[in-house]
Nanobody
Framework: QVQLVESGGGLVQTGGSLSVSCAASGRTFSRTTVAWFRQAPGKEREFVAAISWGGGATLYADSVKGRFTISRDNAKNTVFLQMDSLKPEDTAAYYC?????????????????WGQGTQVTVSS
C-alpha cells in the first residue's frame, strides 16, 4: 500500500517559483500514476497535473499548462511539481494522490491514496 507525504510548500511572491514534493512509501510506487490536486478555501478540490507510471505521459490542467512541470524519480519514490510564474490564484493546499491506472487522468475519483497536503501561498 502506497503512503504519500507532501513537502515544500510555502509563501512566494507573484511571478516567483516553488517546488513541492511527494514522497511515497511502498514497493508498488513505480506502478502508480501520481497526480497533484489543489484546494483553495471554499472551493472544490481541482486537478493540477498527473504523471504516468514511467513518467512518459503527463497531463496538465489548462490553468497551469506552461507554468507547472510534473516529474518523478522512481528510484527515490518521489514525484515533484515545479511551479513557475506563480499567481495569487494558485494559492491553495496542494495534495498528491496515487492511482493504479497506467495513464494519468484528471478524474478525482480515480485516485484512492492521498497525502495530507502542503500549503502554497502566492502574495500579490
Amino acid at each position: 500500500q502506497v503512503q504519500l507525504v507532501e513537502s515544500g510548500g510555502g509563501l512566494v511572491q507573484t511571478g516567483g517559483s516553488l517546488s513541492v514534493s511527494c514522497a511515497a512509501s511502498g514497493r508498488t510506487f513505480s506502478r502508480t500514476t501520481v497526480a497533484w490536486f489543489r484546494q483553495a478555501p471554499g472551493k472544490e478540490r481541482e486537478f493540477v497535473a498527473a504523471i504516468s507510471w514511467g513518467g512518459g505521459a503527463t497531463l496538465y490542467a489548462d490553468s497551469v499548462k506552461g507554468r507547472f512541470t510534473i516529474s518523478r524519480d522512481n528510484a527515490k519514490n518521489t514525484v515533484f511539481l515545479q511551479m513557475d510564474s506563480l499567481k495569487p490564484e494558485d494559492t491553495a493546499a496542494y495534495y498528491c494522490a496515487a492511482s493504479s491506472r497506467i495513464l494519468p487522468t484528471m478524474t478525482l475519483a480515480a485516485y484512492d491514496r492521498w497525502g495530507q497536503g502542503t500549503q502554497v501561498t502566492v502574495s500579490s
